[in-house]
């Protein structure tokens, strides 16, 4: 059986719709209550077994390396004043696994910053998780290790797909295909955000994708596409066509933080989860929107 040991998180864009919080600050490290985004994604990544993760960063993003070392004046400070929780906390961060970075030199593409990660992967299969989305499973399967089973019957890529509105079908990449099993699809192709009219289904990529290393070989083909940018969809529409290529059909829920309001979404929704903040949160909510119907 061919082992997945390495995963990649894309983390290099400016974040713009988040200006001007992410002139100076990355966008993945956005709080969701009090953690950053990215660190709930390098959790799922260990929570399916693997602890090896490169993260392919751009300009700014130093925050990011930050996070992830340790900090042994912080820690000191801590031990020293008792706070064994917080002091747990932050060593927790940089045990989760071996996390290496590499700079994305100029911005051209989620396809071109999966290609940043060729010499790190070699002739490896990896899981790509972006680093702005969140998925949560409903059945207590992390996702990245349900792509990974599904990665280990079949030997071929992957990606999570979410079942979406119509009318939302233009903001994704979405597939055509055939169901083989309850929730997993063989895919015959994936369109890039197409017209309501032209989408051939409303299953759409969900930020969850699993690669043989013949990937790298498509993006080296890939010309400029959509935004004058390497589309990974557009390395993986050559791909479909030479090799099987499966979707699995996302059960559970995903969180979207790369806009203003699916960020306040999801920090209400984790926070709801919280049993300290929870009742707190209901009831200020409640007296919110009280206040707005008088």
Same mark, same amino acid.
Request: proline share 4%.
């Given at each position: ?14 974040? $713009? ?215 990974? $969809? ?61």
């Amino acid at each position: 059986m061919i082992m997945i040991k390495k995963a990649v998180i894309p983390a290099a864009g400016f974040g $713009t719709r988040f200006l001007p919080a992410s002139k100076s600050q990355p966008k993945e490290m956005l709080p969701i209550v009090d953690k950053p985004t990215i660190q709930y994604v390098v959790e799922e990544i260990a929570a399916a077994g693997i602890t090896d993760i490169l993260m392919v960063i751009g300009k700014s993003k130093r925050a990011i390396e930050e996070h992830f070392d340790r900090n042994f004046e912080l820690e000191m400070e801590l031990a020293e004043k008792n706070k064994q929780v917080e002091l747990e906390a932050i060593r927790h961060i940089s045990n989760l696994a071996n996390v290496h970075f590499v700079w994305q030199k100029e911005l051209k593409g989620l396809g071109d910053a999966v290609y940043c990660a060729k010499d790190h992967v070699g002739d490896n299969p990896f899981v790509v998780l972006l680093g702005d989305t969140l998925l949560e499973s409903l059945d207590g399967i992390p996702i990245t290790r349900q792509l990974i089973d599904v990665f280990d019957r079949y030997e071929e890529s992957v990606v999570v797909l979410e079942e979406v509105p119509m009318s939302k079908v233009h903001r994704y990449g979405v597939i055509s295909g055939k169901t083989i099993e309850d929730h997993l699809y063989l895919v015959d192709d994936f369109v890039e955000k197409p017209s309501e009219e032209e989408a051939p289904s409303n299953l759409a990529i969900a930020g969850r994708y699993v690669f043989t290393p013949q990937i790298f070989d498509y993006l080296e083909k890939t010309p400029k596409g959509k935004n004058d940018e390497i589309q990974l $969809t557009d390395a993986m529409r050559m791909m479909v066509r030479d090799r099987s290529m499966y979707g699995l059909k996302l059960h559970g829920r995903r969180y979207d933080i790369g806009n203003k309001l699916d960020f306040l979404r999801t920090n209400i929704a984790f926070a709801l989860k919280r049993p300290e903040l929870r009742e707190h949160l209901i009831a200020y909510m409640k007296e919110i929107v009280n206040e707005l119907k008088e």
